[in-house]
């Protein structure tokens, strides 16, 4: 039985995929463009409505829309604004109960008559929580209900068909991230403020993390005195295992350090090691790191004079700890 292993030639002309792709994308730039229109007194009155808000913020939406809300409140939270998102058709089975007075809600519906929402209505307006709507039909039963209207309406959707929410949940989400952003910048929000927000993050840990948090101490930190023999300080320095110890006077104060690059320009020397106290060897007054501060200034210090490692000293130039690249490294600040 014969096999055919002919190659089928590639075709040189262009598929309908990238067409498909750039078609879609320009719909929804145009989407967005629509938006810079509506950008009015509505959404003032919005910002001001969760400005003032004194509880939490709550996203309502079902299907795609439910999927942007659940966006909104993430971005929301994140930057400031606690918000939460409640599934419509589990609110109508108790978790109403989640909603205060105290609360704004923003409802997102694209037809702003999405049942699930729209049997809430009459309970939010029961409790006097404010509600902001987010439809693309003003005269909407939602949008009518709503203190304030905030207009997501697209001219048509990205789908051929124009069936499938595309344009119009960008154009939701942009609105949700518009309002997140003006209000981070209303309330003063900061990069630490964000840090908070996630400290399992990279900006969280260089915002965060201090050199007490990572340092080596108590008997985990290399120390000899001054007087220590060379030999007794490689002991030190080898059990400690950070390629470095700091050398303290008679009153327990920093006097200097002495590195794996101390040792081997010592070994350079003509001078008998054997015999050498740590004092002839080390390098005094060296730079040094305090407990409380920023695990990122520690790095900024280590990388502007080109040394790998600090000595932790309290108030009294006592050493308390030490840190080095391998600690920062591990601890994500690099």
Do not use: W
Not at 63 to 81: C, E, F, P, V, W
Not at 279 to 306: G, N, V
């Amino acid at each position: 039985m014969s096999h055919n292993n002919t190659v089928l030639p590639i075709q040189s002309e262009a598929t309908p995929f990238a067409e498909s792709a750039l078609r879609t994308i320009s719909l929804e730039q145009a989407a967005i463009a629509e938006l810079a229109t509506r950008i009015d007194a509505s959404f003032e009155q919005a910002c001001q409505l969760l400005m003032a808000c004194s509880a939490r913020v709550v996203l309502l939406g079902m299907g795609k829309s439910g999927h942007i809300a659940n966006k909104i409140a993430a971005t929301l939270a994140s930057t400031g604004t606690p918000a939460f998102f409640v599934h419509p058709g589990e609110a109508s089975h108790g978790d109403m109960g989640m909603i205060t007075a105290k609360d704004v809600v923003i409802a997102l519906s694209y037809s702003g008559t999405t049942s699930e929402i729209v049997t809430l209505l009459p309970m939010l307006k029961r409790l006097g929580t404010p509600l902001i709507a987010m439809t693309g039909a003003i005269n909407s039963t939602l949008a009518l209900a709503a203190d304030v209207h905030l207009n997501v309406h697209v001219s048509t959707e990205a789908c051929s068909l124009n069936l499938a929410p595309t344009s119009s949940t960008t154009a939701s989400l942009v609105m949700g991230d518009a309002i997140a952003i003006a209000l981070l910048e209303a309330k003063g929000f900061s990069a630490k403020d964000f840090a908070f927000s996630h400290p399992g993050g990279a900006l969280g840990r260089k915002l965060l993390l201090k050199v007490s948090d990572i340092m080596h101490a108590g008997t985990d930190l290399p120390m000899v005195s001054l007087d220590t023999c060379f030999a007794d300080t490689l002991i030190e320095m080898t059990q400690k295992g950070m390629g470095m110890t700091a050398v303290v006077n008679d009153q327990g104060q920093l006097a200097g350090i002495y590195t794996d690059g101390d040792l081997r320009r010592s070994l350079d020397h003509s001078q008998d090691l054997r015999k050498s106290h740590i004092s002839e060897l080390m390098t005094q007054d060296p730079l040094r790191a305090q407990a409380d501060m920023l695990a990122a200034q520690a790095l900024q210090i280590m990388e502007q004079h080109k040394i790998n490692a600090l000595i932790v000293c309290d108030e009294q130039h006592r050493p308390v700890g030490a840190i080095n690249m391998h600690d920062l490294l591990k601890a994500g600040v690099i």
